[in-house]
């Protein structure tokens, strides 16, 4: 064989071996778990500026459906960030913030140790092994993170992440193609909606003490040797939730390691009233906050990091302008839970100026209205279509098509899914900040 | 560990690199390493196991040191060796199925002939049957054969006999190889690295992925659910399930031959065809030759010529010339018959110590083999009185599709647990006519939804495809003749699919290789 052939041959093996890693990366960027329970924090985390983040939230789901971003940001200007995996014991948190400073130097690491205390969450662990390490890029922090937390013969398998995600295939959607809009800018966080009503735990006089898992309180030490190697402060805490008496007296002992070593520890179950917590409205589940929960803790929580740690406020700072957005997006989750919660076509209205495409029908005449502006009007057998921020509408009035479908209907197409209602009275809403559809409401 | 996971690909990389690298008088020696390391993981980490192995080896070296032609022990030797390796053969696979026969037999005449240490035998040798051991005792019983019958040589060296019977890629469901095949690849030539070896190696690794990975495994869900519950999945389930189990095994077993070929060939090692689209065969004679086809030709060479060739038969051969006269071999020949009759019973018994392959791959094969022989006087005048036009398209798939009925319908005995099974099984297929499941969505409750269909009937198509091609000219060789570009775009589709819809990983409950447990 010549040398030319060589050469040929040598550039066509390396352009199959080229073609093998983009589809290996390609594919895998695809299949990758879109979870938002551990993956899309880290993935988002990734995509910060270095050395932007002033607080890192550490632990478990607490973390993410609890600490609102927005809300510190709104309220006392901290750049935080909610680095949480879904029912994370220590070991997957160490490994997590081992990974994180390495780009941030934040001013407090505040690690939620809750998890600690519910022995039926460490030991099943390897549940979440997934979401917990592939958000994870992959280095040293990713392989040993799916190593301490497997069995060993879970570990080769896991590390592949093809073996868990390739099955992906089937339900794959529009967000596995493109970027997570939300997540970058939500800083982690990913509020629960629903509200779940409880009684107030009344674990306050408990005192005593038990221990949590040796491998559990063998991490929560390495976790205060790293803080200490980084030289960045931490703090400990305990998130408010429907705790039991069993779990307080292991938050205690997780309390009296902490004052041991010398680190601050808060058990915010010892403060709901300085909170202002109703377990009637702010709780999502037991272990949980929803909106209100969150918003209430997470302002009263700034003030305290505001008080105990010299962190800058940033607002106004234009390299912080995502805080911004994220903030901003929080707040027009909040008022479309508002408006669908809501029962009054007028009260929704107004809920609806800014940001919103508002599509109406009343006494047989179509309006649509953009940001409050009138921006399209129909009548009888109206058919209008729209267009803003990349989003289309098509908005149309009429008569059912097929045996199923033989009503008279108003039908809303945003992109590519339609929304109907019986014709009448009627009012479909978009979020066009979000980019959600909202709701429909008869009146 | 398997030979379609991720860690032997990335060993296999490894195990080529130094290959080509060493000089041509120790790469053999490389290969006897990576073959035992490899066969030691396949007998699970067992030191016990890997002796055991080295120990049937040694002994099969040992005798093959005395058939050289003065030594006048050579027969007895010969005749040792080959019982040893036989009954080793029968202890570790039919010594329960043996054991099963004379309880039973026993039970006839109202005997108990349980017995404490034949149980405990039995039990030791199911529990510690070497791994591959039907491959490998073929391998070398084959191996002694030819050196006694002086069409090979006897190596001297017993690390090199070790190393023939252990070549890694043989040790998952073979192909059967002779010596003569192997000697100059193993130990004779020197193998360079060549892309165009290599990228047809792997192009023929891809396809055998695809085949086990993409479409067996999800033609193994329709089937397991059907044969597991044919009490209720019953009429024209039953037939869909035995045609399905027909391309589930073609699919899995030559898919894992293409596999094996594959990585071999990038060593520059050629082992032999195993498959040969068996489904285009027009009888069922014709499906044999073209279906695992080493382990016919080892029934071929080493027992039905032998058996023919034998004292026994030639004084049978004499007696039908003497009482049915001249001729007798067109009209009904009984010696053929037999020895047949013996070289089925052995490939029915072979697939496992049970009726169900003794009859379903054995003598039911058998018994449509001859009476096909025998009723050929019969269609032919069927075709002549209907003028039936025999060199049309048409007829060569009836012919076709028959041979396939007539193969679904003994191998649906091999899939089933017993023998009274696979009747039961059959006996379900008639209790009700339901031609509506291919109407009202059935089969997409049965594990497999829509999309799942969609890619098992892409997956079936491009096989039928392939294999159309394959009829008229090598495909490896048609895919080298097209440009680069879209070798590279058949390399990518098929690897795409493979990591994206493969059968694999903690959501699949992906099986091993069906000829792998032999």
Redesign the interface.
């Known amino acids: 064989m010549d040398r030319n052939s060589k050469l040929i041959n040598f550039i066509k093996a390396v352009i199959i071996i080229v073609t093998a890693v983009i589809i290996v990366v390609g594919t895998s960027r695809i299949l990758l778990l879109k979870s938002e329970d551990g993956i899309n924090q880290f993935q988002a985390f990734y995509k910060q500026p270095e050395n932007s983040i002033d607080v890192i939230f550490s632990g478990s789901s607490k973390v993410y459906c609890d600490i609102a971003t927005g809300v510190l940001w709104d309220n006392y200007g901290i750049a935080a960030f909610d680095l949480g995996g879904a029912e994370a014991p220590s070991w997957v948190s160490y490994y997590h913030l081992k990974e994180a400073l390495k780009t941030q130097k934040p001013k407090v690491i505040c690690y939620e140790v809750s998890v600690s205390a519910m022995y039926d969450m460490v030991t099943q662990a390897n549940n979440w092994a997934s979401d917990n390490s592939y958000g994870m890029k992959w280095n040293k922090n990713r392989i040993d993170l799916i190593r301490v937390n497997s069995e060993e013969n879970e570990f080769y398998p896991r590390l592949n992440p093809y073996n868990i995600m390739h099955g992906r295939y089937k339900d794959l959607e529009e967000n596995d193609f493109i970027n997570i809009r939300d997540t970058v800018n939500y800083k982690g966080f990913d509020p629960r909606e629903n509200v779940y009503a409880m009684d107030t735990p009344e674990t306050g006089g408990i005192t005593e003490t038990e221990p949590c898992l040796e491998k559990e309180e063998e991490y929560i030490g390495k976790l205060i040797e790293l803080s200490e190697s980084e030289n960045v402060p931490i703090l400990f805490f305990a998130s408010p939730y429907g705790v039991s008496e069993q779990e307080q007296k292991i938050l205690n002992y997780v309390g009296s390691i902490a004052d041991a070593r010398g680190i601050e520890f808060i058990d915010f179950n010892r403060r709901y009233d300085e909170i202002g917590m109703d377990f009637s409205t702010d709780m999502a589940d037991t272990g949980h906050l929803n909106y209100n929960g969150n918003y209430k803790f997470s302002n009263y929580f700034g003030s305290i990091l505001k008080e105990k740690y010299d962190i800058p406020d940033h607002r106004g700072d234009t390299k912080y302008t995502s805080w911004d957005w994220d903030s901003t997006l929080q707040k027009y989750e909040r008022n479309d839970l508002n408006i669908i919660n809501s029962d009054n076509a007028m009260d929704i209205l107004s809920m609806t100026q800014t940001g919103y495409v508002v599509f109406a029908v009343n006494e047989g005449k179509a309006t649509v209205v953009d940001n409050g502006e009138v921006v399209a009007q129909g009548e009888e057998e109206f058919r209008i279509t729209y267009r803003v921020n990349g989003d289309s509408f098509v908005f149309e009035e009429r008569d059912g098509q097929s045996e199923d479908d033989r009503y008279h209907v108003c039908s809303l197409f945003v992109n590519d899914k339609e929304y109907k209602e019986l014709y009448g009275n009627l009012l479909f809403i978009y979020d066009s900040v979000r980019h959600e559809f909202v709701r429909t409401i008869n009146f | 560990m398997s030979i379609i996971s991720?860690?032997f690909f990335i060993l296999f990389f490894i195990i080529c690199a130094v290959f080509f690298i060493l000089p041509a008088k120790i790469q053999w020696i490389w290969l006897l390493i990576v073959s035992i390391g490899f066969y030691y993981s396949q007998m699970y980490y067992s030191i016990a196991g890997l002796l055991f192995f080295f120990l049937i080896v040694l002994v099969n070296w040992a005798g093959s040191q005395f058939f050289d032609d003065n030594n006048s022990l050579r027969k007895i030797i010969y005749n040792s060796t080959l019982i040893f390796d036989v009954i080793t053969l029968a202890l570790f696979k039919y010594s329960k199925f043996l054991y099963e026969i004379i309880l039973a037999a026993g039970k006839l005449f109202k005997a108990d002939l349980t017995n404490e240490i034949c149980g405990n035998i039995v039990y030791y040798t199911q529990e510690n049957c070497p791994e591959r051991i039907s491959y490998f005792m073929l391998i070398l019983i084959a191996y002694i054969t030819d050196v006694y019958w002086g069409k090979s040589r006897a190596l001297k060296n017993p690390a090199k006999t070790l190393l023939f019977t252990s070549y890694f890629p043989l040790m998952t469901s073979g192909p059967i190889v002779t010596f003569e095949q192997m000697e100059n690849q193993l130990f004779g030539e020197k193998h360079h690295f060549s892309?165009?070896r290599c990228?047809r190696g792997m192009e023929r690794v891809l396809w055998g992925l695809f085949k086990k990975m993409v479409i067996s495994e999800r033609l193994a869900v329709i089937v397991s659910r059907i044969y597991d519950y044919y009490e209720v999945y019953n009429g024209l389930y039953i037939f869909v399930a035995a045609a399905l189990f027909a391309f589930q095994l073609y699919c899995d077993f030559s898919g894992l031959m293409d596999i094996v070929l594959g990585i071999s060939e990038v060593l520059g090692i050629y082992l032999p065809e195993n498959f040969n689209t068996p489904f285009y065969s027009v009888n069922l004679s014709e499906f044999w030759r073209r279906w695992h086809i080493t382990l016919g030709a080892f029934l071929r060479d080493y027992v039905l010529y032998p058996i023919q060739r034998s004292k026994g038969f030639k004084n049978l051969r004499k007696w039908c010339k003497n009482h049915l006269g001249k001729g007798y071999e067109k009209r009904f020949n009984i010696p053929l018959y037999l020895s047949l009759l013996v070289s089925w019973f052995l490939i029915g018994l072979w697939h496992g110590g049970g009726w169900n392959y003794i009859f379903g791959v054995g003598l039911y094969m058998w018994a449509v083999i001859v009476f096909g022989e025998l009723l050929t006087p019969v269609f032919a005048w069927i075709v002549r009185v209907l003028h039936i036009n025999t060199e049309c398209a048409t007829y060569t798939f009836f012919l076709r599709l028959r041979t396939f009925i007539l193969f679904m319908f003994g191998l649906s005995f091999f899939r089933a647990k017993t023998l009274k099974d696979g009747f039961l099984m059959w006996k379900s297929a008639f209790y009700r006519f339901n031609p509506w499941i291919f109407f009202d969505e059935s089969f997409f409750n049965m594990g497999l939804?829509r999309?799942e269909w969609g890619i098992l009937v892409f997956g079936m198509i491009l096989l039928f495809i392939v294999s159309y091609i394959s009829q008229k000219c090598d495909v490896r060789d048609f895919i080298k003749k097209q440009n680069?570009v879209a070798r590279?775009a058949v390399?990518?589709v098929l690897?795409?699919m493979i990591?994206?819809?493969?059968y694999?990983?903690?959501?699949?409950n992906a099986a091993d290789f069906i000829y792998g447990r032999f």
């Open positions: 991720l860690q892309y165009d990228v939804d999309r680069f590279l390399f990518a690897f795409v990591i994206v819809y493969g694999y990983g903690a959501d699949f």
